[in-house]
């Protein structure tokens, strides 16, 4: 999950595994959800968003569920490949304040062969 | 091909000496910003514009100039760097009202 601190939370899997990656976010008024993937020496890169009214959101080997009683996001990457080697950061949106994005801390995945 | 890209993606200078990254978007897309990178820091936004001429101030505008005359551009401008501005920057781009944004490949300032 996302944290404080200079080190980014970290999640080793082995290849082919289901990845689940947790976000905690702090504003009840964000109209949406996204995750966004950084490979090492890139941008970031939009994986995939889920809309405050709903609750889950599937796209190609990934899935999002949002918990708004407890405010919490999660992405789940299904069959994980190395490729999928990368921090993963999760935001919120919230339409009312000039669409600002505001971003968690990130948690680094690492794929095992 | 849709990108942002950003220039340079590596500088080193000296305090106090002017600088510009510049950043340029082919998705002729409303809506830019600008971004810094520290570690345990995030994602921390800088300035943002929502279209031509329209500049606001995010979370950590201090020491930082932008300006948006044209769609495509969006310029960074440092006019007395300070070490504490080494960083990694990223400009963004999206379209109104989609969440989707599209980040440059980012440069690496440091500022001795």
């Known amino acids: 999950g996302e944290s404080v601190g200079l080190h980014l939370p970290t999640l080793s899997v082995q290849e082919g595994d289901n990845s689940i990656i947790n976000c905690a976010y702090s504003?009840?008024?964000?109209?949406?959800f996204i995750w966004y993937k950084q490979e090492s020496g890139k941008g970031p890169q939009f994986i995939i968003d889920?809309?405050?009214n709903m609750d889950k959101r599937q796209g190609q080997r990934v899935t999002v569920l949002l918990n708004k009683t407890v405010k919490h996001l999660s992405l789940q990457i299904a069959a994980t490949q190395p490729g999928d080697s990368a921090v993963y950061f999760c935001?919120?949106?919230?339409?009312?304040?000039?669409?600002?994005?505001?971003w968690g801390l990130g948690t680094s995945l690492a794929v095992n062969p | 091909e849709a990108q942002v890209t950003q220039n340079p993606r590596y500088l080193i200078t000296v305090t106090g000496k002017k600088l510009t990254v510049t950043c340029s978007q082919n998705?002729?897309?409303?809506?830019m910003s600008w971004y810094r990178q520290d570690p345990g820091l995030g994602l921390r936004q800088i300035y943002y514009?929502?279209?031509?001429?329209?500049?606001d101030k995010g979370d950590v505008p201090e020491g930082y100039k932008v300006s948006r005359k044209e769609k495509r551009n969006f310029p960074l401008i440092l006019e007395s760097p300070s070490p504490n501005q080494t960083s990694l920057y990223f400009c963004?781009?999206?379209?109104?009202?989609?969440?989707?944004?599209?980040f440059g490949q980012g440069t690496r300032l440091t500022v001795v």
């Open positions: 935001a919120e949106n919230n339409a009312g304040n000039n669409r600002k994005l505001i």
């Open positions: 963004a781009s999206s379209q109104t009202g989609e969440t989707k944004a599209f």
């Open positions: 998705m002729n897309h409303e809506y």
């Open positions: 504003n009840s008024a964000s109209d949406y």
């Open positions: 889920i809309r405050s």
């Open positions: 514009s929502m279209n031509v001429e329209v500049t």
